[in-house]
Structures are given as structure tokens and as C-alpha cells.
């Protein structure tokens, strides 16, 4: 009786850890998904339209830190979500705000996941 428990309590372990990194992966994927709508326009990779080097967001990353971090915030290792959340509702600079009824706080934390899932890539 003993060795069924165990075996039991083994299995739903294994039941659940593997759950929560299917969960892991979906919030990544979202996290993925919403930040290439909102944020790409601004924070991804490419040319400026004014002929600047890089995109508005990540051009002013750049500037901001004289190329000591890495511009793409998806690359960077040191944001986290209180960072995120403080700059996402209230706007930095020419980035305007954003209500929760357009990114909502699981949307936030889903990007962080995403940021702390490739920074090391």
C-alpha cells in the first residue's frame, strides 16, 4: 500500500510539473504576441521611418544608456515587471500610456515572461 502512495504522489507530481510548464510556454507565446503588437511599432528591431538607425523606443534605449545595454528590451536581463508596469501605465517621454482595458496586467507580466525566456539568447 505504501509503494502505491508513493507512486501516486509521484505521478501527480510529474502530472502537475508538467502542466505548469505548459502553462509556461502559452504565457511566453502570449507574452510574445502581445508585445509584438503593441510594442514592436516603437521598441523592435529594424530603421527608423525618419532614416534614425533604429526604431524610436530602442534608438531611445540606446541614447538613454550610450549603447552600454542592449537597445531591445528583449535582450536586456535587468527588466522586471514593476519596471514594465511603471512605464506601461504611465508613459516615458514621447511613449504614451496604456490603460489596463488595452494591456492588462496578466498581458504585462505574460511579456516579462517572454523578456526573462530570450535574454540570454
Same mark, same amino acid.
Given at each position: 500500500? =505504501?509503494? #502505491? =502512495?508513493i507512486t501516486s504522489i509521484l505521478f501527480l507530481s510529474?502530472? %502537475?510539473n508538467q502542466m505548469a510548464w505548459g502553462q509556461d510556454d502559452n504565457r511566453i507565446a502570449h507574452g510574445k504576441r502581445v508585445f509584438e503588437r503593441y510594442c514592436t511599432l516603437c521598441h523592435g528591431e529594424g530603421l527608423g521611418a525618419d532614416g534614425a538607425p533604429m526604431?524610436? #523606443? @530602442? &534608438?531611445?534605449i540606446y541614447i538613454k544608456y550610450r549603447g552600454e545595454v542592449p537597445p531591445l528590451l528583449? &535582450? =536586456?536581463s535587468d527588466v522586471n515587471i514593476e519596471l514594465v508596469k511603471t512605464v506601461v501605465r504611465n508613459g516615458l517621454a514621447s511613449m504614451p500610456p496604456f490603460?489596463? @482595458?488595452e494591456v492588462t496586467d496578466s498581458d504585462l507580466e505574460a511579456i516579462v515572461a517572454? %523578456?526573462?525566456s530570450v535574454a540570454d539568447e
Open positions: 500500500m =505504501r509503494i #502505491g =502512495r510529474v502530472w %502537475f526604431l524610436p #523606443g @530602442t &534608438h531611445a528583449q &535582450h =536586456r490603460r489596463q @482595458t517572454w %523578456f526573462d
